[in-house]
């Protein structure tokens, strides 16, 4: 079992930046590839990015490619989503994930994920 705690969301206005923590605890770190989801009220929960075990093969939703940075601390126990240049369409609960195998092309999928935090909120103004 291992536990998962987001921190960083807040409420911030269109074109600025956010940076977004999940410290795991409980298994080693490096043994998880890790996930960021996103929910808006009303709506599925959606994929944004994946980072594999060892942070060489990363994933992301095309709505966020090029804004969005996924990254990991295995020293940290920690995986981190640095967002830029927000929108008001990234207003959601963000979700961190983690699952110890999982295939590339089912990254994007909710259920193929083990464990997840319980969620912070990131709302963007316009």
């Known amino acids: 079992q291992v536990q998962l705690v987001e921190s960083g969301g807040g409420l911030v206005q269109a074109g600025d930046s956010l940076r977004l923590s999940c410290v795991t605890s409980?298994?080693?770190?490096?043994?998880?590839?890790m996930g960021w989801f996103r929910q808006a009220p009303g709506k599925e929960r959606d994929f944004v990015a994946a980072i594999s075990r060892t942070g060489i093969s990363i994933y992301y939703a095309d709505s966020v490619k090029g804004r969005f940075t996924i990254s990991r601390d295995n020293a940290k126990n920690t995986v981190y989503l640095q967002m830029s240049s927000l929108k008001p369409e990234d207003t959601a609960v963000y979700y961190c994930a983690a699952s110890t195998i999982i295939r590339p092309l089912d990254s994007i999928k909710s259920n193929a994920w083990q464990y997840w935090g319980q969620g912070t909120q990131v709302t963007v103004s316009s």
């Open positions: 409980g298994r080693t770190f490096s043994n998880y590839n």
